[in-house]
T-cell receptor, first 118, second 120 residues
């Protein structure tokens, strides 16, 4: 799996747009980019996934440049409840693992601790 | 959306005892489930891949005789921490993948709420 680099932490204020950038210089052709959110003492929650250009859903947008060596998670109008750790993962989500019947487990980097202030 | 549950959510045990943690996919079938461990202020670390009807695949450095995994059905995987010691105290999280794409996006992993294990 391609290694990812994210800022360790970020601060912002309620109502602002927050952009978290992830670097993945060694991304492979079959790799997708996926972002997860984790609150303290909870399991991660899927936010968004993309391959190229732009993907948008009801909670976030994901911008991926043409070279795919980085990606930016955009959270519009954040609130206090968006304070969490955000993980960027890159990998071939469709590759079969050693089990022969399923895909691989995920490799999490250190993530970005986003703190939203009033 | 797809739901993965874990039981118990929190457990405290004495050193030397064994603890079993259950992971269930509630509304979809999962031939493969994954077990992760997360220490305070650290990221999730994949421990093992649980395969329905076959042996689990362990990551390097994870003792298979200490962390017993049983994936008895398409909706249940269990992790047993045998002879637990204080250094095994951690947050254990399972995930399941809906390979048929019937729940959520294809190949999206759904995580359980985690189990906080404290070994005294």
């Amino acid at each position: 799996l391609a290694k990812t680099t994210q800022p360790i932490s970020m601060d912002s204020y309620e109502g602002q747009e927050v952009n978290i950038t992830c670097s993945h210089n060694n991304i492979a052709t079959n790799d997708y980019i996926t972002w997860y959110q984790q609150f303290p003492s909870q399991g991660p929650r899927f936010i968004i996934q993309g391959y190229k250009t732009k993907v948008t859903n009801e909670v976030a947008s994901l911008f991926i440049p043409a070279d795919r060596k980085s990606s930016t998670l955009s959270l519009p109008r954040v609130s206090l409840s968006d304070t969490a750790v955000y993980y960027c993962l890159v990998g071939d989500m469709y590759r079969s693992g050693d089990s022969g019947g399923g895909a691989d487990g995920l490799t999490f980097g250190k993530g970005t601790h986003l703190i939203i202030q009033p | 959306g797809a739901v993965v549950s874990q039981h118990p959510s929190r457990v405290i045990c004495k050193s030397g005892t064994s603890v079993k943690i259950e992971c269930r996919s509630l509304d979809f079938q999962a031939t493969t489930m994954f077990w992760y461990r997360q220490f305070p202020k650290q990221s999730l670390m994949l421990m093992a891949t649980s395969n329905e009807g076959s042996k689990a695949t362990y990551e390097q450095g994870v003792e298979k005789d200490k962390f017993l995994i049983n994936h008895a059905s398409l909706t249940l995987s269990t992790l047993t921490v045998t002879s637990a010691h204080p250094e095994d105290s951690s947050f254990y999280i399972c995930s399941a993948r809906d390979l048929q794409g019937l729940a959520g996006g294809l190949n999206e992993q759904f995580f359980g709420p985690g189990t906080r294990l404290t070994v005294l």
